[in-house]
């Protein structure tokens, strides 16, 4: 495939929407995307953030069509490389990977031809990279630059640090000259400079996308019975495609049983199955032969399933980069999607136990900061949205997102003075009896007059708050303790092991005795798991949704024959457009936006085909 343009050449507008819709099937770019593809053509080294679903494969791959040399794309995962490859072989473009998963006959004809300039785009593991020889080879085929994928991987500071990554900076000193892009979807401000600075990025240019994905709803239950409100759950999305978070290997193990039990196609993945039946599950479910798989966090990362209609964590998740990162796998491509969440403290509990038993004293407060947060986004009964994005440094400014469970189902707000004071009055009390301050459970365990060794050795058994908060458990305290610090009355000193310390709001309504109202609990212990959501309803009419059904017919049929998961063909929102559209000719069905040039010379006909019978026997 020949450049259409030099390194650091200006890029003609009209040559870059005409590559876009030829090579991707897209009239227009999505936010930011254009921005960052012509500073890439610029050899500018950029930074680039942008949510799950938002198009962060195009920043680097238009340009890799575009410009001269092979774009080296640094990838953590097999599945993602591979899943990458076959859905740009299916848009024309030349593409290939290098990983353990080849044969040595393999690796050695995709490296000839690598030699030969055939490829544009090559993807390869980070531990490849680094091997003996490699960078020789690298050497031979003319890097124009390197896109360093899911680059939150590289800092220490976030959810899924890979040590393996931390050396890619070698690859800056052997190439002084190539370009490096870093992309990710999770990266609060603190990992966006740790990447920055790992990677020795010159001068990059910074785009940080909104986190908002609008398609995605939001909910949170408790953890109650929840085998059966999942089951029930499920059971309203006949047919839709989705994945469940559990946190160990037995539980993805015994809930995939239970749900096939239920007469639910469901397979488990997790690190302990062998890698080929690992490989096979995620295969079938790619393929929509499974429409549900039970995965530890080992699944997800990158896998570029556009019709994952829900993401479930069936355990509490460890921390709100993680939770958006995963919920981020439903809805790609655009179209309503769910995200549910079970909150148990038991979930809290058991983290909490891991928490404490790591050394470091500073990676303990990093991960407990990061648990109390999700724990407070469970309890919260502020929009979800709003306190996803403010997590990651953005406001949400309107009164409703119209798509979390406390926007769409508002609790009221109930008198709760007398047991705020109470334990405002305790953490003030604490404070003057020792001279520093605690962390809230300690605070709970002194209201509910617990008989723990640290309240006797701190004497706060000898404390008039001590035992005085029979009236709750300690479920019931936390969640007025987050209600106390939703209300800016409590803060949490991160730097000081999330010490609870009352502000100067808190002192103030302390001395006054002023009343305090908080909302309605969302997590009511007594009361069971809340109603179980009703599923999206589909855009499209009853006429126009047996097209769609026909049209995912043929779908399956000609990814059969390739070999490849449905997606790679088309995507539910492509088939979607054109069964509200029912185009009649090649450039009708060209106009849909998903539909490139090599798809519509390929899969065109059969698909108008399928319309045109569709049409034929509607009339009938």
């Known amino acids: 495939m020949d450049s259409l343009m030099t ?56 340009p890799a069509v575009i410009g001269a040399g092979l774009t080296v794309v640094v990838s953590p995962l097999i599945a993602l490389m591979k899943d990458q490859v076959e859905a740009l072989t299916a848009a024309g473009i030349a593409a290939t990977v290098l990983n353990s998963s080849l044969s040595s006959q393999e690796s050695w004809q995709r490296m000839r031809e690598l030699d030969r300039g055939r490829y544009k785009l090559l993807y390869v593991a980070p531990e490849r990279l680094l091997l003996p020889g490699f960078g020789n080879d690298l050497e031979r085929w003319n890097v124009a630059r390197f896109a360093i994928d899911e680059a939150h991987c590289i800092s220490e500071w976030g959810h899924d640090f890979r040590p393996e990554y931390r050396r890619l900076a070698e690859l800056r000193a052997r190439f002084p000259r190539a370009q490096f892009i870093a992309l990710t979807a999770t990266a609060t401000q603190r990992v ?52 469940i978070y559990v946190q160990t290997r037995s539980a993805a193990e015994k809930l995939a049983e239970r749900l096939r039990a239920a007469n639910i196609p469901a397979l488990p993945y997790h690190a302990g199955l062998e890698a080929q039946t690992r490989s096979d599950h995620q295969e079938r479910f790619l393929r929509d032969d499974v429409r549900v798989i039970c995965a530890t966090v080992a699944f997800g990362m990158g896998i570029n399933k556009s019709n994952v209609r829900f993401v479930v964590h069936y355990d509490t998740p460890k921390s709100i980069e993680g939770y958006y990162q995963e919920t981020g796998r439903a809805g790609r491509d655009g179209l309503p999607a769910e995200c549910l969440l079970y909150f148990s403290y038991g979930d809290i509990a058991k983290t909490e136990r891991f928490i404490t038993a790591i050394d ?9 900061a990061q648990l109390e947060h999700i724990t407070r986004y469970a309890y919260s009964n502020d929009c979800r949205r709003r306190d996803f994005l403010g997590y990651f440094g953005e406001s949400w400014e309107a009164p409703s997102c119209d798509a979390c469970d406390n926007c769409l189902d508002p609790r009221p707000t109930i008198d709760a003075t007398s047991a705020a004071h109470k334990f405002l009055s305790c953490v003030y009390r604490i404070r003057a009896h020792s001279g520093h301050d605690v962390g809230v459970m300690h605070v709970i365990d002194v209201l509910v007059g617990a008989k723990t060794e640290k309240i006797a050795r701190l004497g706060h058994d000898r404390l008039s708050t001590f035992g005085i908060g029979s009236e709750f458990d300690r479920r019931g305290w936390r969640y007025l303790a987050d ?21 100067r709001s808190g002192r103030q309504t302390l001395s006054e005795r002023a009343p305090i ?42 990814a059969d024959e390739r070999d490849v998961p449905a997606y790679v063909v088309f995507s539910d929102a492509v088939l979607r457009a054109m069964a509200e559209r029912a185009p009649t000719t090649l450039s009708g069905l060209r106009a849909i936006s998903g539909v490139g040039d090599r798809k519509l010379e390929d899969f065109g006909a059969r698909f108008l085909a399928t319309i045109a019978a569709f049409a034929a026997s509607a009339a009938h």
């Not at 009209?14 to 099937?25: D, I, N, W």
């Not at 470091?360 to 407990?368: D, G, K």
């Not at 409590?490 to 010490?499: A, G, H, I, M, Y």
Request: glycine content about 8%; overall charge positive.
């Open 192 to 243: 966006r400079g740790d990447i920055i600075e790992r990677l020795a990025l010159r001068d990059p240019k910074l785009y940080v996308a909104s986190f908002n994905r609008p398609n995605l709803t939001y909910r949170v239950v408790h953890k109650q019975g929840a085998a059966e409100s999942l089951l029930a759950w499920l059971r309203k999305r006949p047919g839709e495609a989705g994945i």
């Open 360 to 368: 470091n004293p500073a990676e303990q407060a990093a991960r407990r």
């Open 483 to 503: 209600e106390l610090l939703r209300l800016g009355l409590l803060e949490q000193d991160t730097e000081r092991f999330n010490v609870a310390v009352l502000t």
């Open 517 to 558: 109202g908080i909302r309605e609990p969302a997590l009511p212990a007594s009361k069971g798991a809340r109603k179980a959501s009703a599923p999206a309803t589909s855009p499209l009419g009853a006429h126009d949704e047996r097209l769609f059904q026909a049209l995912r017919a043929l779908r399956r049929e000609i």
């Open 7 to 62: 390194a650091g050449q200006a890029v003609d507008s009209t040559l870059l929407h005409a590559e876009l819709k030829r090579f991707f099937g897209f009239e227009s770019f999505r936010p930011l995307q254009e921005a960052i593809v012509r500073d890439v053509l610029a050899d500018r080294d950029v930074f680039a953030l942008l949510p799950t679903g938002g198009g962060k494969s195009l920043c680097y791959q238009l």
